[in-house]
Nanobody, 118 residues
Framework: QVQLVESGGGLVQAGGSLRLSCAASGRTFTINAMRWYRQAPGKEREFVAI????????YCTDSMKGRCTISGDIAKNTVYLQMNSLKPEDTAIYYC???????????WGQGTQVTVSS
């Protein structure tokens, strides 16, 4: 079993920045990829960013192009999401997701709230 814990959310003014973190813990495992999703009230959950273990996929969604950077610390099983120039429409709960080697199941954290005021 793998546990994911997100942190770094909060309330910021439009144009501000936040750095979200996701830490994975549990039994010995190898993470193939860690991803960020977000879900705003009344909307579907949407993909935000991915960081693969091999480095073949490290990018943010086009909708946040130029305002988002995803990075990781593989040794610590941690991924970071740096978001700049935040807009009110970025307000959502941000969830971390992990895909493990040899496991078809994926794992989710409880989410961290990001609120951007206008």
């Amino acid at each position: 079993q793998v546990q994911l814990v997100e942190s770094g959310g909060g309330l910021v003014q439009a144009g501000g920045s936040l750095r979200l973190s996701c830490a994975a813990s549990g039994r010995t495992f190898t993470i193939n990829a860690m991803r960020w999703y977000r879900q705003a009230p009344g909307k579907e959950r949407e993909f935000v960013a991915i960081h693969s273990r091999t480095g073949s996929g490290i990018y943010c969604t086009d909708s946040m192009k130029g305002r988002c950077t995803i990075s990781g610390d593989i040794a610590k099983n941690t991924v970071y999401l740096q978001m700049n120039s935040l807009k009110p429409e970025d307000t959502a709960i941000y969830y971390c997701n992990a895909v493990l080697q040899g496991d078809r199941d994926d794992y989710w954290g409880q989410g961290t709230q990001v609120t951007v005021s206008s």
